[in-house]
């Protein structure tokens, strides 16, 4: 345990930080589960395109707090429509 006010600031601050973190992670695996749970379903595409969008939200979210790198957001991002995109296409032959 720090001695020193200030790292003692730090220890609190940084555990603040990490709960607030690790919500918005949680939110956005939990949001990127749902569109792929929904692909597995196939349910609607309408559907399917909605939770997207949401879950598109939460790591756009995510990654402006700085929960996440900005890169790491693009590349969940791209990857889940990649998945999206083909069970968009399959749906509509």
Known sequence: MPNIMSA???VK???RNRLINKAYKTRMKTAIKKVL???EDKKPVEE???LYKKAQSSIDKASK???IH???ASRKKSRLMVKV???LSASEQ
Do not use: D, F, T
Request: proline share 0%; charged share 45%.
């Open 8 to 10: 003692k600031k730090r």
């Open 13 to 15: 601050v940084s555990e």
């Open 37 to 39: 749970k929904a692909i």
């Open 48 to 50: 399917v395109k909605e």
């Open 65 to 67: 707090i700085g929960a």
């Open 70 to 72: 900005k890169n790491q």
């Open 85 to 87: 995109n083909e069970y």
